[in-house]
């Protein structure tokens, strides 16, 4: 199975914060990091770490070949990813608080370019029993799961970030939904807080799909048919939450290209995801795959 992930690549620039600045505060930052990122420069990266043969796709800037490059070292095809010259390679701001959690503003940037006519250039090259991953991070995403789905892909959504632009997503294409527990209540349309029950309405909207529900701390649900499996979190100190959502994307998709199970991809991806938050920064804090097996020997 090839992997083609439509996606951003962002420039992140993350500030080491005292807490999260309050309306109207002037907050003076302890320190700041660049660091490659983009939901999908992020899970290209799991997904080639983790062994998957994954086409990365998507527009940066001038100034960001380094995560072309950084794609290339971690494995993932670069041959689509398209660079304009008269627009800058997206860009995250991120406030990183010491509980490690984390606040992102987004500009788009080169991630906001992305025509119908770059996608069609794109998707003429797979088709049956390969799978589409995008997220909510670009422009044309609609578009290219329409155009995905008549090439007889497979498609996977990772419907984040929320925003206005949702409904204009073909959702009944979907075949998996990655999406944590906000993105969940959202595309169900309810405002329940209990995640067994949020999965339930999202089965019952979408039963075409199958439904990975990240909860944080509290582990994962996953519901497909009449099958419903859970998972816990491992135990780790945490540094930076950054990318862990992304981290356990890629390593779920990729284990199911592997071959395993859904038992067994959401028990590698939270491995995954483990590694990821005890380390700074986005796509940097992504283990390969023997490092994810080391960690399940002692764990």
């Known amino acids: 199975m090839k992997i083609l992930n439509i996606g951003s690549l962002n420039i992140d620039k993350v500030y080491s914060v005292p807490h999260f600045a309050a309306a109207g505060e002037t907050l003076t930052a302890l320190h700041m990091d660049t660091f490659p990122g983009?939901?999908?420069?992020?899970?290209?990266?799991?997904?080639?770490?983790?062994?998957?043969?994954?086409?990365?796709?998507?527009?940066?800037?001038?100034?960001?070949?380094?995560?072309?490059?950084?794609?290339?070292?971690?494995?993932?095809?670069?041959?689509?990813?398209?660079?304009?010259?008269?627009?800058?390679?997206?860009?995250?701001?991120?406030?990183?608080?010491?509980?490690?959690?984390?606040?992102?503003?987004?500009?788009?940037?080169?991630?906001?370019?992305?025509?119908?006519?770059?996608?069609?250039?794109?998707?003429?090259?797979?088709?049956?029993?390969?799978?589409?991953?995008?997220?909510?991070?670009?422009?044309g995403g609609p578009y290219a799961m329409k155009k995905a789905k008549e090439r007889g892909m497979k498609?996977?959504?990772?419907?984040?970030?929320?925003?206005?632009?949702?409904?204009?997503?073909?959702?009944?294409?979907?075949?998996?939904?990655?999406?944590?527990?906000?993105?969940?209540?959202?595309?169900?349309?309810?405002?329940?807080?209990?995640?067994?029950?949020?999965?339930e309405a999202l089965l019952e909207k979408f039963p075409q799909a199958a439904i990975v529900l990240t909860l944080g701390g509290d582990g994962v649900l996953y519901g497909k048919g009449t099958d419903r499996f859970s998972h816990g979190v491992f135990k780790v100190p945490v540094v930076d939450t950054t990318g862990a959502g992304d981290t356990f994307c890629g390593y779920f998709l990729a284990s199911l290209a592997k071959g395993l199970s859904p038992q067994e991809a959401l028990h590698t991806a939270s491995m995954a995801s483990a590694l990821a938050i005890g380390v700074k920064g986005a796509a940097v804090s992504i283990p390969t795959w023997a490092e994810v097996q080391k960690f399940g020997e002692t764990h």
């Not at 080639?48 to 100034?63: F, T």
């Not at 906001?112 to 996608?119: K, Q």
């Open 155 to 199: 498609i996977a959504f990772n419907a984040s970030p929320i925003n206005g632009d949702l409904p204009k997503y073909p959702l009944e294409l979907v075949d998996w939904f990655l999406i944590n527990e906000l993105e969940g209540q959202t595309l169900a349309g309810i405002q329940e807080t209990d995640p067994e029950k949020v999965l």
């Open 38 to 139: 983009g939901k999908g420069l992020n899970q290209s990266v799991a997904l080639a770490r983790a062994g998957a043969e994954v086409y990365a796709a998507g527009a940066i800037g001038s100034d960001g070949q380094f995560l072309a490059d950084l794609l290339c070292r971690s494995g993932a095809h670069v041959e689509h990813l398209q660079t304009c010259r008269d627009v800058p390679t997206g860009h995250a701001i991120i406030q990183l608080d010491p509980a490690g959690q984390n606040s992102i503003i987004i500009s788009a940037g080169a991630n906001g370019v992305l025509s119908e006519e770059y996608i069609d250039g794109v998707l003429a090259c797979f088709g049956p029993g390969d799978l589409l991953l995008t997220q909510n991070e670009t422009s």
